[in-house]
């Protein structure tokens, strides 16, 4: 006897969850361009010091600080007269990760850190600690909009709805929101 092919039908779904952000993630640099490695060296570390100040000031754990990214390189330019890249001096740069739970501090660290020295500051990148809920609600959603087009679909075409072979969720983990509150979205 064959086997009867399955049958089978596939469907997607979408759902969304909002949360609203509760933490940010601000991420800046202190670069400093001198004649000498020490020099630069040294700008750099007075500004990061100066950041430490302030978040002790503002009583941010120093768990939630993370300084450890530093680059050195030479700075070099091109010589026209002479055709070649001559040394300028070097450039010094630290990078400064910072989680704020009290997003009501986040103008004021911003401010405060460029006036420690930072000299780039990357938008923050919002989030909430209830992301990873929002997102499961997110599936659940998603994974009833999709039950619900595939019972559609089936009564359409005088059909029964059998059982799931196979579910994709389509997306990655879920992402940090942007600025406004986010949503988990899945296909």
Known sequence: MAEEPVRSITVSGSGFAEVKPDRAIIRMSVVAREPTLDEAQREVASAV?????MTDRMKIDRDNVDTTGASVRPDYRWNRERE??????????????L????????????????????NQVSPPQLDSSERREAYRRALHAAAEDARANAMRLAHSLDAEIGEVISVNSGSHAPRPPGPQPFGARMM
């Open 84 to 97: 070649e890249q001559e040394l300028r001096g070097y450039i010094a740069e630290r990078q400064v990760t």
């Open 99 to 118: 989680e704020l739970e009290e997003l009501d501090k986040l103008g004021a660290v911003m401010e405060g850190a460029v006036k420690a020295g930072v």
């Open 49 to 53: 010091n100066n950041v430490l100040k």
